[in-house]
């Protein structure tokens, strides 16, 4: 089984870039599809950006051009490099890993977008 754990998250002004990372152990990373999602108050967890074992990418319409998904297996981890964050990206994401036969889900990291 694999364990995921995020980092990066915080408080960030309109404009503002963050980069969250998702470390993870337990498992050959490599062979999983990887994903951010979010959830803000009150709505559903929406996928953000996914990225397969192959490097394949996909985004949110609501991200496209301005989230930046990667991964480095050497390091076991998946990043997500946000630029000209807007308050409406205010949510605590989510790191996601599945394969064939499992899934896992890290804790949680909180982003806010605020003046």
């Known amino acids: 089984q694999v364990q995921l754990v995020e980092s990066g998250g915080g408080l960030v002004q309109p404009g503002g870039s963050l980069r969250l990372s998702c470390a993870a152990s337990g498992s050959i990373f490599s062979i999983y599809t990887m994903g951010w999602y979010r959830q803000a108050p009150g709505k559903q967890r929406e996928l953000v950006a996914g990225i397969s074992s192959l490097g394949r990418t996909n985004y949110a319409d609501s991200v496209k051009g301005r989230f930046t998904i990667s991964r480095d297996n050497a390091k076991n981890t998946v990043y997500l490099q946000m630029n000209s964050l807007k308050p409406e990206d205010t949510a605590v994401y989510y790191c996601?890993?599945?394969?064939?036969?499992?899934?896992?889900w890290g804790q949680g990291t909180q982003v806010t977008v605020s003046s």
């Open positions: 996601n890993a599945r394969s064939s036969s499992v899934q896992a």
